[in-house]
């Protein structure tokens, strides 16, 4: 006992140490520490105490018994863990069956096309998949109208079945990314020596692959579920006026500036991710199962029985012809008159000033804040990983926490934290930029600190041994030897930027907007063929930046890193 | 032999895109033997055990095992077992699961697979660790446990992949004699896959050595060793030195009298069925010569020599040495002080009599082959 305090104290008196020795490092982290309260703490805290009526002085659980006691609220709960729940559920499956096809399928082009494929719904807004289900399935769409004609039954999409099917199309590449990964890694000698000792191929799977990349599912099935319930565009555009909590916090503050009830809805989305968060970090850290020993003598493809391969493969496909039919009837509805009415080519629903200036602004905002994100990681990582500031492991499940919290719950306390002084930021692009920032921070900073790991230590060992400082080191060793972790943060961050819509939509002021925010006000409207033409503009800006940018990563030295 | 062969590879052909793996091998292996195939990386041993495994399908050529043809059975439906370079222990399942797994599979009873159980545990001594997990093992145990998992299938044919390549020296050697003593007792048929040399010829009843997708010479490890049928198998097994020699005659003692580069030598090769005027090239094992150091006997085959290296390695030296034109290494068991020589000295080098001959035509041809 005595011991273990002493133990303590010599650690708290090392850090003092360090403190003491490094003076310029402790007050950047202080600071970067200080700005991480600031802009992700601070506001969940502040939307947290509004929802117990906090600003007027008081403590009262009035607004949950009003929440429950009305069923338009309690239904939008119970309608949010459905949704999440189904989609989870279903987009876990067919990524699986994605992935094993991909991953089992060696190197080629058919595996590169079909992994191309999974991975394009990144490109764009999520609720931009609604666009084209409405296009196709909506009261006058291609399919509806034929199903009327030929068979006489009214079809209509709206509702759960559209929010389904556009949340899986949206989060399909999270669940294919993490799961690929998975099983990509995962050595094939054990489902070899599975069918060696006579398990068919369905057993293999089910007593032998599944097992083993069953963190990896889990871990995508919690993306999966996270992202879900916090999207609040999908049910807006496509969900028929169906309650769900993130898109009535929304209508909460913007139509009725009923701050007190859209906090207690942001309470119950914020939940989710605190309960996940920690089941992550502490179920979840230690159940990694890693392959022992030996080098496995590998064989890229893996044979496939008929059965297993026939419902795999028909899986894959109709998966792979959703997402690119929900593209193709984008790109379809942007240059024509009216889709299925009238096909005749026009640029009519390009021409739209707002629209475009939406997106340089979004182009602008997006830029900065990537530039933004990756220098952050990459010198806050430097100072967890090397310098073992103080609180690094702290600042690290913040930053990381800070990507999980629904966008609509980082909106709500925003506007309630930002709005007056001593901090007022509300109608500034800073603010947009701010919050971009610190939902990212945590990818540019994950990335750097597992290059770091990866580097080792010697080489800047060996800069020290020859006589540079540490900060000779860190800008002529470290920095370019981080270039493909700095470029991972940059091109992350941008594409989600251009992409996010949540919590910039409380953030935008008159006269400003951003391309998603601005595409979905449009669909909203009923505009779907604005809508459509562009968000064809913003996918393009996204392919196109995201093109360049892993070429030149590719091209330069930083591929070879 | 009368008998059946267990395992008949007839021509099989293997190819990955534009890369031939195997270009139609045959080989037969008889019930109760290990057959070792030996051959550097890259020519196209472990396809050959993955294609009789079944984790591989030929392009071309035909499996039989047992007198049954199995082209195109999967691994799960042929009754080899393969034991894999990095054991493929099941990281989820403990030491008893994973040593069960293939009699789960068979839908065994929970009584005899109990029974089957202790009884490969406690022979390959790992009785007392059934609830341990791969992960709580050393590298050892581990092995131990892949053999295990693999034994209690009784299969037809082992199959092991690279086998000892994982193992410090000391492990090697106990794994070794476990593979011959687990052959005795369970009479299995074994083959492994090594590039190792001396597992080979201290494991194999029968080596294949492979080169390119195909198998030069395959033979009991004693005349793989003592008659290699071209350059490359007597480079790739032991180390050789060669001579380029003419049959300049033919005595009535079966002497052969040699022209080569570094003068006449006579020898009575164990295979000799020369006729004066054939080209051919001497191997010369760098431990059969004999080193002389003062030149008193008046014998045949003694050829003068100058150090242009040594190399002192405890129990044996090894010379780098300069005879006329050629240079050769000569190796020194327990050298004595005064055999102790370093470069510039003289010295005298006795060829023995039986040393073996390779015909040009072998020899050409993997030159040929080489150069391909």
């Given amino acids: 006992m005595f011991k273990a305090g002493e133990l303590a104290l010599k650690k708290h008196k090392n850090s003092l140490l360090n403190i003491a020795r490094n003076p310029m490092q402790q007050l950047l982290s202080l600071v970067i520490g200080v700005s991480l309260v600031l802009f992700i703490v601070i506001p969940i805290i502040y939307v947290l105490a509004r929802s117990l009526g906090v600003a007027e002085g008081i403590i009262t659980l009035e607004y949950y018994q009003n929440f429950f006691a009305r069923s338009y609220y309690y239904r939008a709960l119970s309608n949010s863990l459905l949704l999440a729940f189904s989609v989870t559920a279903i987009v876990v499956t067919l990524c699986f069956m994605y992935a094993y096809m991909v991953a089992r399928m060696g190197k080629g082009l058919l595996p590169s096309i079909l992994r191309a494929i999974a991975m394009i719904p990144l490109l764009a807004p999520p609720f931009i998949f609604s666009i084209s289900l409405i296009t196709l399935g909506g009261r006058r769409g291609l399919i509806s109208m034929q199903l009327y004609e030929l068979f006489g039954i009214e079809f209509s999409i709206y509702g759960w079945t559209g929010v389904i099917l556009a949340q899986i199309i949206g989060l399909f590449p999270l669940g294919f990314m993490m799961l690929e990964n998975v099983l990509r890694s995962m050595d094939l000698n054990l489902e070899e020596a599975s069918s060696d000792m006579g398990a068919g191929q369905w057993r293999t799977l089910r007593a032998v692959t599944i097992p083993l990349v069953m963190p990896g599912i889990l871990k995508a099935a919690l993306l999966v579920f996270i992202k879900s319930i916090a999207d609040f565009a999908t049910p807006m555009v496509i969900g028929a006026g169906l309650p769900f909590l993130a898109t009535d916090a929304y209508l909460l503050v913007v139509g009725q500036h009923n701050m007190e009830m859209a906090a207690v809805l942001a309470t119950f989305l914020v939940l989710p991710t605190i309960i996940i968060f920690f089941i992550q970090n502490y179920v979840l850290a230690d159940k990694t199962r890693t392959t022992i020993s030996g080098q496995s003598s590998v064989s890229s493809q893996i044979r496939m029985n008929p059965s297993m391969k026939g419902v795999f493969t028909l899986s894959t496909t109709l998966s792979a012809i959703l997402i690119v039919m929900a593209f193709a009837v984008i790109f379809w509805s942007a240059f024509v008159v009216i889709p299925g009415v009238n096909n005749t080519f026009t640029l009519d629903h390009f021409s739209t000033r707002t629209g475009w200036n939406a997106m340089t602004t979004s182009l602008q905002i997006a830029a900065v804040s990537a530039l933004v994100v990756a220098f952050l990681g990459v010198i806050q990582a430097y100072l967890n990983v090397r310098m073992k500031v103080y609180g690094s492991k702290m600042m690290e499940y913040i930053a990381l926490f800070g990507m999980g919290v629904p966008g609509t719950v980082v909106g709500i306390g925003y506007i309630l934290s930002f709005n007056q002084p001593p901090i007022h930021l509300t109608g500034t692009m800073t603010i947009i930029i701010i919050s971009m920032v610190f939902r990212h921070l945590g990818v540019g900073l994950e990335a750097g600190i597992s290059k770091l790991h990866q580097i080792g230590i010697s080489m800047e060992e060996a800069s020290w041994d020859m006589g540079a400082s540490k900060i000779t080191t860190f800008f002529r060793v470290v920095l370019p030897l981080m270039g493909s972790s700095f470029m991972y943060g940059f091109i992350y961050t941008f594409m989600c930027a251009m992409t996010s819509i949540s919590t910039a939509i409380f953030l935008v002021f008159p006269g400003t907007t951003l391309g998603a925010v601005y595409i979905l006000q449009v669909a909203e409207q009923g505009a779907i063929a604005r809508a459509a033409a562009m968000a064809v503009v913003l996918i393009s800006i996204v392919a196109v930046c995201l093109f360049t940018l892993t070429r030149i990563t590719s091209k330069t030295h930083l591929a070879r890193l | ?372």
């Fill in chain 2, 1 to 372: 032999m009368a008998e059946e062969p267990i395992l008949q590879v007839k021509d099989v052909v293997k190819t990955f895109g534009p890369v031939t793996a195997l270009s139609g091998v045959s080989i037969d292996v008889y019930r109760g033997e290990i057959v070792c195939f030996l051959g550097p990386s890259g020519c196209g041993k472990t396809t050959l055990l993955r294609v009789i495994g079944g984790f591989y399908q030929q392009d071309r050529g035909d499996v039989y095992l047992d007198g049954k043809l199995i082209n195109g059975v999967p691994p799960e439906k042929r009754d080899t077992v393969m034991f894999f370079q990095n054991y493929a222990l099941f990281p989820h399942m403990n030491v008893y699961e994973n040593v069960t797994y293939g009699l789960k599979v068979r839908k065994e009873n929970k009584n005899s697979m109990k029974e089957k159980a202790r009884s490969i545990l406690s022979m390959i001594q790992l009785d007392g660790m059934e609830d341990r997990f791969p992960n709580q093992l050393s590298g050892g145990q581990q092995q131990r446990v892949a053999l295990a998992r693999a034994l209690i299938l009784n299969p037809k044919l082992l199959l092991l992949d690279e086998p000892l390549s994982n193992l410090d020296a000391n492990l090697r050697a106990y794994m070794r004699d476990e593979i011959i003593k687990i052959r005795e007792k369970l009479n299995l048929t074994i083959i492994f896959v090594t590039h190792d040399q001396d597992e080979a010829i201290s494991i194999a009843d029968k080596i294949a050595v492979m080169r390119e997708g195909d198998i030069e010479q395959i033979g009991h490890p004693v005349n793989i060793y003592r008659y290699p049928a071209s350059v490359y198998v007597a480079d790739f097994i032991g180390r050789a030195n060669f001579l380029d020699a003419t049959v300049h005659s033919v005595s009535a003692d079966n002497m052969l009298e040699l022209k080569t580069p570094v003068g006449e030598i006579k020898i009575n090769p164990p295979q000799n069925n020369f006729k004066p005027g054939e080209q051919a090239k001497a191997v010369i094992r760098p431990e059969n010569i004999k080193v002389i150091l003062d030149k008193s006997e008046s014998d045949i085959n003694i050829l003068e020599a100058e150090v242009l290296k040594s190399t002192y390695l405890g129990a044996i030296v090894n010379y780098r040495v300069q005879i006329g034109e050629e240079t050769m290494s000569v190796e020194l068991r327990n050298p004595t002080e005064k055999e102790l020589l370093s470069a510039g000295d003289k010295l005298y080098l006795k060829i023995p009599e039986n040393i073996h001959l390779i015909k040009e035509e072998a020899s050409e041809e993997a030159a040929l082959k080489q150069a391909r």
